[in-house]
C-alpha cells in the first residue's frame, strides 16, 4: 500500500513537472507545408455521409451570363434524409459569435463514420506527395468545351483529401496545441487519429481548430482533412485544395488568444502619438490564474527586422482569468516623434512591433508580436482620402487571387511581383476582390505602403451562382466577418472594409438594407476606426442600401452603365457628407499586342464582331478603346471623376488579368480586363494609366507597332500616351501634326496616318519644353531568341521564384510583335521550371508545359529553386529555325 502511494506521489509529481514545463515552454509556430498526401474522391465504397450539409440541385449551367446579371433568391434544398456533419462543424466559429446564446453545442454523440481515409493505419502511399500552398486544379487539362469559361476552363471542383502523419513529442503534454489554416478551398472537415475535431465552409477565410483534446503525446498523429469545392460555386477561379499556408501552433495553456490583439493610434501628429493596446488572454487550463501582461514597443526596419531599443512600454496589466475562459488587458503609451506609416511617393511606410509578455508569478509564460503602423487616415466628402493630413488620390486596382499560371496556390514572390508593377504604374491602392486575402500580401502591402479595401464577401443571401456562398451566409456571416476583422485588423494598409461586392440586396430595399445595417454594425464592433462600404453597381441613391454604410462606392455608375448616365452628382446630393469614389471603374477590354482595325472614333465604344473583337480569333483589339458592355474606356471614366473634383479617385477593373470571367468570350480562359496580362506582360493601358498616375514621369508610348505587312498604303490610326501636355508624330521623318491635349482629353490621336515601313517616333512637350520621345520601327523576321529574368538570384528554398521573359527577336534584337514561333524550355541545375504561360487568353496549353507558343514576341518561364541546393540553374530556350538562347541563375 505505501508503495503504491509513493507511485501514486511520484506519479502526481511528474504530472506537475509537465504542466510547470509546458506553462513555461515558448509558443512555437511550425510551417506543416511540407510532405502531405492527397487524392480526389472519396474511398470507394464509402456508405456514410461526408457532406456538410444538403445543396439544392442543379440541373443547368448558367456560366457566360452577363457579369452583372441580377442575383437571385436562394433556392430550397431538400430537407436532409442522412446524417450530414454541419452540427459538428458549426462550433467551430462559436469564438467569433458575440451572443453567448447563439454558440452552438456540439452534438453529444460523435457521428458514426466508417471511412477508411480517416483510419490512422490506412495506407496511403499511392497517393500524390504535395507541398502546400496547393491547388490542385491547376496543372489542368483545361476543358476545351463545356459551359467552364466562367472559373477558367479548369476542373476545380470536386472533393480532396489530404493526409499527413504530425510527430508531437511527449514534451508537448499539458501545452494547448492549433491546427491554424490560412486557407482552403472548400467546405474543409478536419479530422485527428479518426476523430472529428471541425472545419470551416468559406473557403478565402483563415481559421483555427483547437487539437488539444485529440491530441496522442509522444507518437505520430494522423491528420486528415477533407476539401467539398461545389461545381457552380463561383463565378471565376476559385482553385481548389489547401491554397495557403498550414501551421502547427504550439503554447501554453494560457496565452494570447487568437488573432487576440488590437492596436489603435490616436491622437497622431510629427511629434507624438498615443498607441492604445487591447489584449486577449485566454486559460485553457483546469484553474483560474492571475498573469500580468507588459508589452514593449520597437521600431522595424524596411526588412521587417526589429531595430534598436524598445522605442515605448506599455506598463504591466494585472489580469484575472477564469478556467475555460478569456479576459482583455488593456494599456496604452505615447511614442514621440513617431515614424509615420504612409503612402510613397510622398510618405513612406515606416512599421512597428508590439511585443507582448504574458507572466504568472513572474515566469513568462507566453510572448506575442503584433505589427502595426501609426498614421492617421480621415475619409472628407470635399478632399477625399487624407493620410497624416495629405490628400491621397486613390489610384487603385482591383485584383482576383489567382497568381496566373500559379493559380490559387499562394507564393509570396509571385504576389510581391504583382504589385511591384502596379506601384511601377503608379497605383497606390488595392481592393481585394472579392474576398479576405492571403496574410501574406497584406505583410507586404503594409511593407510597400499600399493602401487596401479588405473585402468579405461578394453573395449575402441571394446567389449569382447555384452553390456559392449564400448557402452559407445565414449561419457563418458573422462568423467569417469577425474572422477576417479580427486577423487584419493591425495592418496599417488597411483603410476601409468592404462587406459586400454587387450584392442581390441592392435590388430587395428595405429587407437587404437590414442585412446591410447587420453586417455593418459588427464591424463597428470589432473596428471602429475604419469606416464601411459595399460595392453598388446598381442602388441608386434614394434607396435604402447606400445609407447602411459609411462610403458611398460605385461600380462603374459614376461614368454611367449601359445608356444610364453618371451617378456622381445624384449621390453627391443625396450623401453630402460621405467620401464618393469608384470601387470598380472601367472594366476596359483588350489581348496584349493585337490590333485590329477600323478603329472607332468614339471615346469608348462595347466590344461587337469587326469593332474591337474578333469572333474567329476570340481576341480583343488593344487599341485600349473597348470595353465590357457594363463598363467604359479608361478615358471616358477619367472624364467623368474629373469634372467632380470631390470624388476620391477609383479602383480600376482589373489590375491583372485572372483566370476565368472572360467577357466577351467565354470559350476563353482567362479574362481580357487587365492592365497587364495573365502572364505579366504589360498592355498598352499600362503606360495609358502610368501617364495619368505619374504625371512627373517622362513618358511618350506609342500605339501600335509598326510592322504591317500588307498595309502599305492604308490608314493605321496611331495613338500616344504620354504625362506631357502636347506631342509631334513623325513617320520617316514627316511631320503629321502637333496635337494638345484637351481638357478631358487622356491620350494623343492621329486617325489618318497612313503606313508605310519604317520608322515612327514620337516627342511629348511638356510646359512648351521636350519631356520625352520615343520611337517604334518596322522589325525584320523572327531569327532568334533572347532570355531576360526579373531576377539573376533566388533563394533555394522551394518557393522563392524567378520570372523570365522570353523574346522571339529579330536579327537586330528588336521583338517581332506578331511572332507565335513555338518554344521549348529546359532546365540544369538545381532548379524546377514550374509553369509557363504567355498571356493569351486563348490558349489551352497546360501551365506546367515547358512547351508553348510565343504569343505576339513573348512568352513566361516560371523557375523555382529546389529547397537546400545551391548552385547555379541554367534555362534554355529553343524554336525551329531560330537561334537559342540560355541564361543562367545562382540559387544560394
Not at 465504397?45 to 443547368?60: F, I, Q
Not at 454541419?86 to 471511412?115: M, T
Not at 502599305?712 to 495613338?719: I, L, R, Y
Request: aromatic content about 10%.
Amino acid at each position: 500500500m505505501k508503495r503504491l502511494t509513493k507511485c501514486r506521489a511520484l506519479a502526481s509529481l511528474l504530472l506537475w513537472a509537465v504542466a510547470l514545463l509546458a506553462a513555461a515552454a515558448p509558443r512555437e509556430r511550425l510551417s506543416i507545408n511540407a510532405g502531405w498526401r492527397f487524392t480526389m474522391g472519396d474511398p470507394p465504397g464509402t456508405s456514410a455521409s461526408l457532406r456538410y450539409d444538403v445543396r439544392p440541385e442543379v440541373t443547368a449551367s448558367e456560366d457566360g451570363k452577363a457579369a452583372d446579371a441580377v442575383p437571385q433568391a436562394a433556392a430550397l434544398a431538400a430537407a436532409a434524409q442522412e446524417q450530414v456533419l454541419k452540427p459538428w462543424i458549426l462550433p467551430s466559429g462559436n469564438a467569433f459569435i458575440s451572443d453567448p446564446a447563439r454558440r452552438h453545442r456540439r452534438p453529444a454523440q460523435e457521428p458514426q463514420l466508417d471511412v477508411a481515409y480517416l483510419k490512422p493505419g490506412y495506407d496511403d502511399v499511392a497517393w500524390k506527395r504535395v507541398d502546400l500552398p496547393h491547388d490542385w486544379a491547376i496543372a489542368g487539362p483545361f476543358l476545351e468545351t463545356g459551359p467552364y469559361g466562367g472559373v477558367g476552363r479548369l476542373p476545380s471542383w470536386g472533393i480532396g483529401w489530404y493526409r499527413k502523419a504530425l510527430d508531437i513529442p511527449a514534451s508537448d503534454r499539458g501545452r494547448s496545441i492549433f491546427l491554424d489554416v490560412d486557407g482552403a478551398m472548400s467546405y474543409a472537415t478536419v479530422w485527428l487519429n479518426g476523430k472529428l475535431v471541425g472545419g470551416w465552409p468559406y473557403g478565402y477565410n483563415s481559421w483555427r481548430l483547437d487539437l488539444t483534446p485529440y491530441v496522442v503525446p509522444g507518437g505520430s498523429n494522423m491528420l486528415a482533412i477533407r476539401l467539398d469545392n461545389p461545381p457552380e460555386s463561383s463565378r471565376w477561379y476559385p482553385g481548389g485544395g489547401i491554397y495557403r499556408n498550414v501551421w502547427l501552433t504550439k503554447m501554453a495553456p494560457i496565452h494570447v488568444a487568437h488573432w487576440g490583439t488590437h492596436v489603435r493610434t490616436a491622437r497622431v501628429s510629427r511629434d507624438s502619438a498615443e498607441v492604445s493596446l487591447e489584449v486577449a488572454v485566454d486559460n485553457d487550463s483546469r484553474s483560474g490564474a492571475t498573469v500580468s501582461v507588459a508589452t514593449a514597443i520597437y521600431a522595424l526596419d524596411e526588412q521587417g527586422t526589429r531595430s534598436g531599443q524598445p522605442v515605448a512600454h506599455i506598463q504591466p496589466q494585472r489580469l484575472q482569468v477564469a478556467a475555460g475562459a478569456s479576459n482583455v488587458a488593456t494599456g496604452s503609451t505615447t511614442i514621440a516623434r513617431p515614424r509615420l506609416w504612409g503612402p510613397p511617393p510622398t510618405q513612406h511606410p515606416h512599421r512597428y512591433v508590439a511585443v507582448t509578455t504574458v507572466r504568472r508569478d513572474g515566469v513568462g509564460i507566453d510572448e506575442f508580436e503584433t505589427r502595426f503602423g501609426i498614421r492617421d487616415v480621415r475619409m472628407d466628402p470635399d478632399k477625399g482620402m487624407l493620410v497624416n493630413g495629405e490628400r491621397i488620390a486613390l489610384k487603385g486596382v482591383n485584383n482576383h487571387h489567382d497568381l496566373g499560371a500559379l493559380g490559387a496556390a499562394f507564393n509570396v514572390r509571385a504576389a510581391e511581383r504583382q504589385l511591384q508593377m502596379l506601384v511601377e504604374m503608379g497605383a497606390n491602392a488595392l481592393r481585394m476582390s472579392h474576398n479576405p486575402p492571403a496574410p501574406e500580401l497584406l505583410e507586404l502591402t503594409d511593407r510597400m505602403g499600399i493602401v487596401v479595401i479588405d473585402e468579405v464577401f461578394d453573395v449575402w443571401e441571394r446567389k449569382k451562382t447555384a452553390l456559392d456562398t449564400h448557402l452559407i451566409f445565414p449561419d457563418w456571416h458573422e462568423q467569417d466577418l469577425r474572422a477576417m476583422i479580427r486577423r487584419d485588423r493591425n495592418h496599417p494598409s488597411i483603410v476601409i472594409w468592404s462587406i459586400g461586392n454587387e450584392v442581390g440586396e441592392q435590388y430587395t430595399g428595405e429587407e437587404g438594407a437590414a442585412i446591410g445595417r447587420k453586417l455593418a454594425a459588427i464591424v463597428r464592433q470589432e473596428d471602429r476606426s475604419r469606416p464601411t462600404m459595399t460595392a453598388m453597381n446598381y442602388a441608386r441613391a434614394h434607396m435604402p442600401l447606400p445609407a447602411t454604410v459609411d462610403l458611398v462606392s460605385v461600380n462603374y455608375q459614376g461614368a454611367g452603365i449601359r445608356s444610364n448616365p453618371g451617378r456622381f452628382p445624384e449621390f453627391r446630393a443625396r450623401f453630402p457628407g460621405k467620401m464618393i469614389f469608384s470601387s470598380e471603374s472601367a472594366s476596359a477590354l483588350s489581348s496584349r499586342g493585337e490590333y485590329q482595325f477600323p478603329v472607332t472614333g468614339a471615346l469608348t465604344s462595347s466590344v461587337r464582331p469587326d469593332a474591337g473583337g474578333d469572333w474567329n480569333t476570340h481576341q480583343v483589339s488593344a487599341y485600349e478603346l473597348y470595353a465590357s458592355d457594363f463598363g467604359t474606356s479608361a478615358d471616358r471614366s477619367w472624364s467623368a471623376q474629373d469634372q467632380y473634383p470631390y470624388v476620391a479617385g477609383e479602383f480600376v477593373w482589373s489590375g491583372w488579368d485572372y483566370l476565368g470571367e472572360p467577357t466577351p468570350f467565354y470559350s476563353s480562359r482567362s479574362s481580357y480586363s487587365g492592365i497587364i496580362d495573365l502572364a505579366g506582360f504589360k498592355k498598352d493601358r499600362f503606360y495609358l494609366y502610368q501617364a495619368r498616375w505619374r504625371p512627373d514621369l517622362p513618358l511618350a508610348h506609342i500605339l501600335p507597332h509598326w510592322t504591317w505587312p500588307g498595309r502599305e498604303g492604308k490608314f493605321t490610326p496611331v495613338h500616344v500616351f504620354t504625362s506631357g501636355a502636347e506631342a509631334e508624330l513623325f513617320v520617316n521623318g514627316k511631320s503629321q501634326g502637333r496635337k494638345k491635349r484637351a481638357e478631358f482629353e487622356y491620350r494623343l490621336r492621329w486617325d489618318l496616318v497612313t503606313y508605310e515601313p519604317g520608322e515612327l517616333k514620337v516627342i511629348a512637350y511638356k510646359e512648351g519644353k521636350e519631356w520625352a520621345a520615343s520611337t517604334v520601327r518596322t522589325v525584320g523576321p523572327a531569327a532568334k531568341l533572347d532570355l531576360v529574368p526579373d531576377r539573376s538570384e533566388i533563394a533555394a528554398d522551394g518557393a522563392d521564384l524567378s520570372f523570365i521573359t522570353l523574346h522571339v527577336t529579330d536579327q537586330e534584337g528588336n521583338t517581332v510583335p506578331m511572332a507565335k514561333d513555338n518554344v521549348k524550355f529546359s532546365i540544369e541545375g538545381p532548379g524546377e521550371i514550374v509553369a509557363t504561360d504567355n498571356g493569351d487568353p486563348t490558349s489551352f496549353v497546360p501551365f506546367p508545359s515547358t512547351e508553348r507558343p510565343a504569343f505576339n514576341g513573348l512568352c513566361l518561364a516560371i523557375v523555382r529553386g529546389k529547397p537546400g541546393q545551391k548552385g547555379a540553374i541554367t534555362v534554355r530556350a529553343q524554336a525551329p529555325a531560330l537561334q537559342g538562347a540560355n541564361v543562367t541563375l545562382q540559387a544560394h
